[in-house]
């Protein structure tokens, strides 16, 4: 089913439409989710819409309904989208604290891969980690993405980067060929992530893993702003958000084993959240900013809290290690 929303037009522009289409849960493949959370863009203003998320009453997983359809995608993922380019020259110290830190990520998931082993980065943006794995990691290893923004692909081919565009289940790449397969805050941007995780599956080799890095809908920062505020809501790009039961269960829907699902220290959802809020009850321009992924001190602040609380087991985000079983014998 799809719906026009028709936007209100700022002063001298004329109106314009986002698509809309109706979504459901996508492990259970119900539509009859509680309300979970209303919304809008406080982030970018891509649209002043206003949108619903609802909370699956079976498995608890959180989805957007409705969504933009696929063909807003250039709307709603703006030029200036961090993931676009994400660069020293337009992020600083903020840049330099997570290169480090992504790449000590990284290493860490790869953990065991040996010379040629190959890589795949699904939804790479403008190639981020394919550029750490290639400055930290074996030289040998054979390292690819995908993504299906047009302007993030030129921008890590411009890198040097090999860079699929397109869906991953249309591009029907090479079955059992990858070793790793990453996911690095990427499955709560599709359509259809079910299909993309079973597509992950027939390309990784026999033990092969997959790493999903996802927004935990059971965090502390999601049950102080849950409703309308939670940076991990990312009004609306965030199209379906998993605890660590429903994510377990999307990957055994798949058939990946589900190794190890840890919590993992972020502070932009603590940092988008406060922004949120200040934006909503119409806080100056210039205190908004200081909640944003350009200000180091609330980032510092933020980092500092979520890494105590994913040393308790309560981060931000979500890390699961899901395995494609070995072949039997």
């Given at each position: 089913?799809?719906?026009?929303?028709?936007?209100?037009?700022?002063?001298?522009?004329?109106?314009?439409?986002?698509?809309?289409?109706?979504?459901?849960?996508?492990?259970?493949?119900?539509?009859?989710g509680e309300?979970?959370?209303?919304?809008?863009d406080f982030?970018?203003?891509?649209?002043?819409?206003?949108?619903?998320?609802?909370?699956?009453?079976?498995?608890?997983?959180?989805?957007?309904?409705?969504?933009?359809?696929?063909?807003?995608?250039?709307?709603?993922?703006?030029?200036?989208?961090?993931?676009?380019?994400?660069?020293?020259?337009?992020?600083?110290?903020?840049?330099?604290?997570?290169?480090?830190?992504?790449?000590?990520?990284?290493?860490?998931?790869?953990?065991?891969?040996?010379?040629?082993?190959?890589?795949?980065?699904?939804?790479?943006?403008?190639?981020?980690?394919?550029?750490?794995?290639?400055?930290?990691?074996?030289?040998?290893?054979?390292?690819?993405?995908?993504?299906?923004?047009?302007?993030?692909?030129?921008?890590?081919?411009?890198?040097?980067?090999?860079?699929?565009?397109?869906?991953?289940?249309?591009?029907?790449?090479?079955?059992?060929?990858?070793?790793?397969?990453?996911?690095?805050?990427?499955?709560?941007?599709?359509?259809?992530?079910?299909?993309?995780?079973?597509?992950?599956?027939?390309?990784?080799?026999?033990?092969?893993?997959?790493?999903?890095?996802?927004?935990?809908?059971?965090?502390?920062?999601?049950?102080?702003?849950?409703?309308?505020?939670?940076?991990?809501?990312?009004?609306?790009?965030?199209?379906?958000?998993?605890?660590?039961?429903?994510?377990?269960?999307?990957?055994?829907?798949?058939?990946?084993?589900?190794?190890?699902?840890?919590s993992m220290?972020?502070?932009?959802?603590?940092?988008?959240?406060?922004?949120?809020?200040?934006?909503?009850?119409?806080?100056?321009?210039?205190?908004?900013?200081?909640?944003?992924?350009?200000?180091?001190?609330?980032?510092?602040?933020?980092?500092?809290?979520?890494?105590?609380?994913?040393?308790?087991?309560?981060?931000?985000?979500?890390?699961?290690?899901?395995?494609?079983?070995?072949?039997?014998?």
């Amino acid at each position: 089913m799809e719906l026009e929303c028709v936007e209100k037009p700022a002063a001298g522009e004329v109106a314009s439409t986002t698509r809309l289409v109706s979504a459901r849960c996508c492990i259970c493949d119900r539509d009859d989710g509680e309300p979970e959370a209303v919304g809008e863009d406080f982030e970018y203003r891509t649209s002043d819409d206003t949108f619903l998320a609802f909370r699956c009453p079976t498995c608890g997983l959180v989805y957007l309904n409705p969504r933009p359809s696929i063909d807003a995608i250039d709307r709603i993922y703006p030029a200036n989208y961090h993931a676009f380019d994400f660069s020293p020259e337009h992020f600083g110290l903020v840049y330099r604290v997570r290169r480090w830190l992504e790449a000590r990520r990284l290493l860490r998931y790869a953990k065991g891969l040996g010379n040629g082993a190959r890589i795949l980065d699904v939804g790479c943006g403008d190639g981020f980690h394919l550029r750490l794995l290639r400055d930290f990691g074996n030289p040998t290893w054979h390292l690819e993405g995908v993504d299906l923004d047009l302007r993030a692909v030129q921008a890590a081919r411009d890198a040097g980067q090999t860079v699929h565009a397109g869906d991953l289940e249309q591009l029907r790449l090479a079955a059992a060929s990858y070793d790793l397969v990453l996911l690095v805050m990427t499955i709560e941007h599709l359509a259809e992530p079910a299909v993309v995780l079973r597509e992950v599956a027939r390309l990784l080799k026999p033990g092969g893993a997959v790493i999903v890095v996802t927004d935990d809908a059971s965090s502390p920062s999601c049950r102080l702003f849950r409703g309308r505020y939670w940076g991990g809501y990312h009004f609306p790009r965030h199209w379906y958000l998993f605890d660590r039961h429903s994510l377990a269960l999307l990957a055994r829907l798949v058939g990946l084993e589900p190794v190890a699902i840890e919590s993992m220290m972020s502070p932009v959802n603590w940092t988008y959240s406060f922004h949120n809020l200040l934006v909503d009850w119409g806080a100056p321009r210039w205190l908004a900013k200081r909640f944003s992924l350009k200000a180091p001190v609330m980032l510092t602040a933020f980092t500092a809290l979520d890494q105590l609380l994913s040393w308790l087991g309560y981060g931000s985000l979500l890390c699961a290690r899901l395995q494609r079983p070995q072949l039997e014998q």
